[in-house]
């Protein structure tokens, strides 16, 4: 729910969302107050967008911030994606292409997710050689064990909603189904969560991944070691 609202010379918008409880308890809970510059259409919708994008968890905010932003440094730039292609070839890897997030589409964000996965030893490798301060900055953000850590994790999440989302973007979509097909759904996460077996895979899974690309799993020292020959 949006309710606007005008303080003095200000003008805001209160976002709140109502649900019901497992046990059929309605409930209402305030998210935000939102400044607007106005209380058109855009704005508003603007506004309810922004309070709404995974920023529940500020690490998560951050990673995807960052793969929004590592997607634009090999798009935009004619230059940098021919240096990520040739990266690429000189390692002997497939020419993969990163993927674009969609706010709106979480099969988007796992494709995402997957093909920075996919990509990257390349990844890494062509952002060290750019070097520019973009691509520097850059490399600090994909360079952490815990950011490598919650690529996997996020891929295991999102591959468990994946068939759930697809349903629901169909153009007829049974309620019944969508029900049992949510609460299926549920289980599998819930299980992920209270399961040690699934978080330890994860970690084994990361770890893999860091250690053949050379990534300290410290907190403190270097994020990316450097290589005996280099």
Excluded at 98 to 110: A, F, H, I, N, S
């Amino acid at each position: 729910m949006a309710d606007e609202a005008r303080d003095g010379h200000v003008e805001q918008l209160a976002v709140c969302v109502r649900y019901v409880t497992a046990n059929g308890t309605v409930k209402e809970h305030f998210i935000e107050l939102s400044d607007i510059t106005s209380f058109n259409a855009k704005s508003i919708t603007d506004a309810i967008e922004h309070v709404l994008t995974l920023r529940a968890v500020p690490e998560a905010d951050d990673l995807f911030e960052t793969l929004g932003n590592v997607y634009s440094f090999f798009s935009v730039s004619v230059l940098n994606h021919q240096a990520f292609c040739d990266t690429q070839a000189q390692l002997g890897l497939e020419n993969r292409e990163l993927v674009q997030l969609c706010k709106t589409r979480w099969g988007c964000q796992l494709n995402s997710v997957k093909a920075v996965l996919e990509n990257l030893t390349a990844l890494l490798g062509c952002l060290e050689k750019v070097a520019t301060p973009i691509a520097v900055g850059l490399l600090s953000k994909v360079s952490w064990f815990s950011s490598v850590y919650m690529l996997v994790m996020f891929k295991s999440l999102l591959s468990a909603t994946e068939g759930l989302h697809k349903y629901l973007q169909k153009e007829s979509v049974d309620l019944a189904q969508a029900t049992l097909y949510k609460d299926a759904v549920l289980k599998t996460l819930t299980l992920m969560r209270s399961n040690e077996e699934t978080a330890e895979q994860l970690y084994k899974e990361t770890k893999i991944i860091c250690e053949s690309n050379n990534i300290s799993e410290t907190l403190s020292g270097p994020r990316r070691k450097q290589r005996a020959d280099g």
